[in-house]
């Protein structure tokens, strides 16, 4: 009975909403009971009893809809947008200024160590240089954007969250990793370098790049759930 | 001034509390549960059987009921039993519940101001 194509649909569903295992398995043992006790004591045939059951979509968000409502996050939207949508952003600037600071102390110690970095306001243009400052620009906002997106798919995952959520935390990512400008200006005073924040316009292809890497691990997280879920579903 | 709600949810929890008033009189398991729903209503109420289970599990959750699998007529069976919670829960529904379907029941009468409307 457990095998059904009817609790099939209504167990694929669950999976794939990330409700935790041992809470589909019992729903569909109740629900393979049920429509037992349906053929076995009306003596009607099983599609019948499957009519009566209702339509497996429609049971499986109703669950999903009720497992959701148990935690504080699911029955508020507001908390749901504040811890996936603002805390992301949060998280990143703090983020991305550690990078920094690590990144000047790293400059300093190589300084420290003798590598010479004295003249390097005069080699701006050069080779070496653009790619030092796009290396930068990688560095300080890519790496925190990827933590963060990381840290949040996985928060999404875990409180068994939609993929609305994943995606908002995600997209509110991107655009932060796409935001910061980082370009060397000719200072008045050597060694110093400006950083500039901007909003997220395509200024660049680089900073559309930026922008999908987010995204794309969300989307990476949404398949891999999405795979678990078949996994599960087969073995 | 605290604003009235224009649309009050007085038909929301209803599966809720015939769940809670059946469960209280002994405890159930699903099927059991959805035959003692349709006999009750004399069959007026027309539903997904399959949906019940969503509810139960929420008030379970809210620990307004227990389940504990047994068995029962030689299978094994998730049966439910209403808390002391779920008692308190039912008692204050079942009041709430009354006291709608008397203002309902005037509204639909004609009555104002606890007069018969006349018919004209």
């Known amino acids: 009975m457990a095998n059904l194509p009817w609790l099939d649909k209504v167990r694929r569903r669950l999976a794939q909403s990330n409700l935790p295992p041992t809470y589909i398995r019992r729903f569909v043992e109740e629900l393979s009971d049920h429509v037992q006790d349906l053929t076995e004591e009306t003596m009607s045939m099983e599609a019948n009893a499957l009519s009566q059951m209702g339509n497996p979509e429609e049971i499986a968000e109703a669950a999903i809809d009720f497992y959701r409502r148990r935690s504080i996050l699911g029955r508020h939207p507001t908390v749901a947008f504040l811890v996936f949508g603002l805390s992301p952003i949060v998280t990143f600037i703090v983020l991305f200024a550690v990078t920094v600071l690590a990144t000047a102390a790293m400059i300093e110690v190589a300084h420290e160590l003798g590598f010479s970095i004295d003249d390097w306001w005069n080699r701006l243009g050069t080779p070496g240089v653009t790619v030092w400052c796009y290396a930068m620009s990688w560095l300080t906002s890519v790496v925190p954007g990827i933590v963060v997106s990381i840290l949040f798919c996985r928060l999404a995952k875990r409180l068994r969250m939609g993929r609305r959520w994943l995606f908002v935390s995600c997209v509110a990512t991107g655009l932060m990793t796409a935001a910061p400008c980082f370009w060397p200006v000719l200072p008045d005073v050597p060694g110093h370098c400006i950083t500039c924040f901007s909003l997220f316009v395509a200024r660049s292809l680089e900073q559309i790049a930026r922008f999908v890497v987010p995204i794309a691990i969300g989307l990476w997280f949404v398949r891999r759930t999405h795979n678990h879920g078949r996994l599960e579903l087969a073995s | ?120």
């Open chain 2, 1 to 120: 001034m605290k604003t009235k709600r224009t649309n009050p949810d007085f038909l929301n929890g209803v599966p809720e509390l015939l769940i809670l008033n059946l469960l209280a009189r002994r405890p159930r398991y699903g099927y059991e549960l959805v035959q003692a729903i349709r006999q009750s209503t004399n069959g007026t109420l027309e539903f997904g059987e399959g949906c019940v289970y969503p509810i139960l599990h929420r008030l379970e959750a809210e620990g307004q009921l227990d389940s504990k699998r047994q068995m029962v007529g030689g299978r094994s069976r998730v049966v439910y039993r209403v808390t002391v919670q779920g008692k308190k829960q039912l008692a204050s529904t079942t009041m709430t519940w009354r006291r709608i379907v008397e203002a309902i029941g005037h509204a639909l009468q004609g009555r104002e101001n606890g007069e018969p409307a006349l018919a004209r």
